[in-house]
């Protein structure tokens, strides 16, 4: 007999800001972890109306992806780098002009005037 050794992953929320903190239709920065986290709060998206994706951009190097503009390319919403302008889909930090490179991104929301992001144990 065989047994499989499964593991298994606990997902928590963890508090990063208030709700009086975010920019609408724009990004912020918190520390998550180690790790800078880009808020993007959109609230008049008709779906998600807040996005976490790291915040270091892989072509630069930098940590800008917060200070990048929002916008919609094909009806995806989309982040541009500030220095080398590639697009990052905030759903899932798929690059669109380089299809090997993804941001991660982690589930977010609010709740009772808290930003949440969901973070792995």
Known sequence: MSQ?????TLAIWKNVCHE???VRNSGVVVWLDGAQVAL???????AQTLY????HDPESGANVIGRGLVG??????VVAAPIYKQ?????DGQCLETPHQRLRV????LKGGVVEVQVSC
């Open 20 to 22: 009086r903190d975010l």
């Open 87 to 91: 697009h990052y889909r905030l759903q």
């Open 52 to 55: 976490a994706i790291d915040n």
């Open 40 to 46: 993007f709060y959109l609230p008049d998206a008709e």
């Open 106 to 109: 982690w589930p977010a929301r």
């Open 72 to 77: 919609n390319i094909k009806g995806e919403l």
């Open 4 to 8: 499989s050794n499964t593991q298994r």
